[in-house]
């Protein structure tokens, strides 16, 4: 007899309530009060990043980047097609123009040495997008973008904690930390949660300023509380960004927790993956592809099938076994919204994650006996 064994299960600290209760009976329910602070404070001092801002989302922190790198209608930015659909959307929402880019064959990322001829003079904007938590060659796309003066937006929502070793100076950099700007995603599905939630990180000192204007609605607030100035007023755009003080609670909970959560996840990714080699040495299906410059956060554990029907069969298998396996993204080229805004060309190794790709359950509380038991399945 198997157990329903569900895709994901968010994992609760204990601490959350807790905290939570603390900033309601501190009379500070509103955005950036001390949990915000403390949380930021964290993954500046842990991974480098020059400023961080939390935000309702990673999709919200994204919105922030197209107004900073100042997207005007017409504009060309660079994102792989294997994506989210926020990865997109933000900049399409400022008018943009999205080229889509293809994947590697063997890995989801994009492909970072087919960028260079996507690139026009219209092109403003590059968006990595680290899958799976996987670092992208980020050498390779800054050095591009250098030499062609565009901005790096890192899509880092899957990719806390996670690293990027540098095969020339051999200098291991967070992921977010590389890019111009980047967004994470605190969303209930990624390895800490709040529920919905998400964090601008700022490492291009130049906008840190507008960053935090725009972060609270178009006015200087946050100079005005630091006496940095004696008013405050309108002087951007922007929006409300800024998450309630309950939820960044909520988060500092799971802050605290962090390195036990990556320990556990990163403990189910190994079994998954020592048990399922000889399937994959048979060529069954292949496993993640571990770049040499990229560490792993075991965000995700996925299979390639070889094919769409082997895949069909293969999560109905599990689902016939009350395992939830799910796949994950349809192109964004080819999608209901853009397959008419594209430029037509193929991108045929995204296609085939979208048709081949399959994630396992992957979550704190599934257990080692869970894992072995989904992998005998398969
Ligand atoms: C989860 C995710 C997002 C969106 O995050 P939200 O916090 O839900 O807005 C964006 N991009 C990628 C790659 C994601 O995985």
Redo the contacts with the bound molecule.
Sequence with gaps: MTHHIPFNLPYLTGKEAHYMYQAVFKGKLSGNGDFTKKCQKYFEDCYGFRKCLL????????EMTAILCNIQPGDEVIVPSY?????ALAFVRAGAKIVFADSYKNNPNIDADKIEALITPKTKVIVP???AGVACDMDKIMDVANRHNLLVVE?A??AIDSYYISPKTGEKKALGSIGHLA?????E??NIISG???MLAINDERFIRRAEIIWEKGTNRAEFFRGEVNKYGWVDTGSSFLPSEVIAAFLWAQVEHLDIIQDKRKQLWNTYYRLLEPLADKGMFSLPDLPSYATNNAHMFYLVCNNLEERTALIKKLKDNDILAVFHYLSLHSSTYYQNKHDGRDLPNCDKFADCLVRLPMYYDLTEEDVKLICEII
């Design positions: 935000t309702t989302s990673c999709t919200d922190a994204l994506t989210f659909v926020s990865s997008v680290h899958y899509d929502a899957q967004a994470f995603s605190f969303h599905t990624k919905e939630g998400g």
